[in-house]
T-cell receptor, first 112, second 112 residues
Framework: NAGVTQTPKFQVLKTGQSMTLQCAQDMNHEYMSWYRQDPGMGLRLIHY???????DQGEVPNGYNVSRSTTEDFPLRLLSAAPSQTSVYFCASSPSMRNEQFFGPGTRLTVL | GENVEQHPSTLSVQEGDSAVIKCTYSDSASNYFPWYKQELGKRPQLIID?????GEKKDQRIAVTLNKTAKHFSLHITETQPEDSAVYFC???????????FGTGTRLQVTL
C-alpha cells in the first residue's frame, strides 16, 4: 500500500497562475481533507469530503476548489494564485473524522 | 466554530524529564481528541487519541488526560528522549460541525 500520495512535492507559481495539487489514497477511506500549514498557525482545514461526490468547506476555503469524483482521488485547485497562498499543503484520509488521519507527504507551494 | 488553544508554543526539557502540553477547547459537544507528532520536514502522525467517554489513556511513555468539565486535555510524555523532539499538535472533533480543528502546535526540544 502506498497510503496517501501527493504531487508535486514542490511548486513555484507566479501570482495569477492556476494549478492543481493532486492527492490519492489506496486505503478505500471515505473521508479526505486538505490542510494548509503556516508557521505558528497549526493545520487549517481548507476543504473536505465525506465520500465520492460530496465536498464541503473547511475553515479557509477562499481561493480553492475541490471535487471528489472517485473514492481514491481528491485534487485541490488554486484558481488564481496569490502570495497569501504560499504554504505547505497536506492531504489526509481516514475512515471517518473521528479516526486517525493519514497524511500525505505534503506539497510546498511558493507564490511569487 | 470550535476554538482550540494550545500551550506552551515552545517547550525545552532535559533528557529524562517529563513534558506536558495542554489544550483547551470551547464546544462542549466535542468528543474526540487526538494528538499528532510532526518531525522536521515530515508529515504529522497520530501518537495517541482519546474519546469523550474516557478520562485517561496511556501508551508506554505517552499519556493523555481529558477533563470534560473544564474542557481541556493534556499530553504527558515521561522519560523524554532526543527522538521526542518535534512539533506536537492537539486536535478536537466536534460532531455538530463535523470538523477536526487543530491547535497551533508546541515545539518540544529535548536536550542532552
Amino acid at each position: 500500500n502506498a497510503g496517501v500520495t501527493q504531487t508535486p512535492k514542490f511548486q513555484v507559481l507566479k501570482t495569477g497562475q492556476s494549478m492543481t495539487l493532486q492527492c490519492a489514497q489506496d486505503m478505500n477511506h471515505e473521508y479526505m481533507s486538505w490542510y494548509r500549514q503556516d508557521p505558528g498557525m497549526g493545520l487549517r482545514l481548507i476543504h473536505y469530503s465525506v465520500g465520492a461526490g460530496i465536498t464541503d468547506q473547511g475553515e479557509v476555503p477562499n481561493g480553492y476548489n475541490v471535487s471528489r469524483s472517485t473514492t481514491e482521488d481528491f485534487p485541490l485547485r488554486l484558481l488564481s494564485a496569490a502570495p497569501s497562498q504560499t504554504s505547505v499543503y497536506f492531504c489526509a484520509s481516514s475512515p471517518s473524522m473521528r479516526n486517525e488521519q493519514f497524511f500525505g507527504p505534503g506539497t510546498r507551494l511558493t507564490v511569487l | 466554530g470550535e476554538n482550540v488553544e494550545q500551550h506552551p508554543s515552545t517547550l525545552s526539557v532535559q533528557e529524562g524529564d517529563s513534558a506536558v502540553i495542554k489544550c483547551t477547547y470551547s464546544d462542549s459537544a466535542s468528543n474526540y481528541f487526538p494528538w499528532y507528532k510532526q518531525e522536521l520536514g515530515k508529515r504529522p502522525q497520530l501518537i495517541i487519541d482519546i474519546r469523550s467517554n474516557v478520562g485517561e489513556k496511556k501508551d508506554q511513555r505517552i499519556a493523555v488526560t481529558l477533563n470534560k468539565t473544564a474542557k481541556h486535555f493534556s499530553l504527558h510524555i515521561t522519560e523524554t528522549q532526543p527522538e521526542d523532539s518535534a512539533v506536537y499538535f492537539c486536535a478536537v472533533y466536534t460532531g455538530t460541525a463535523s470538523k477536526l480543528t487543530f491547535g497551533t502546535g508546541t515545539r518540544l526540544q529535548v536536550t542532552l
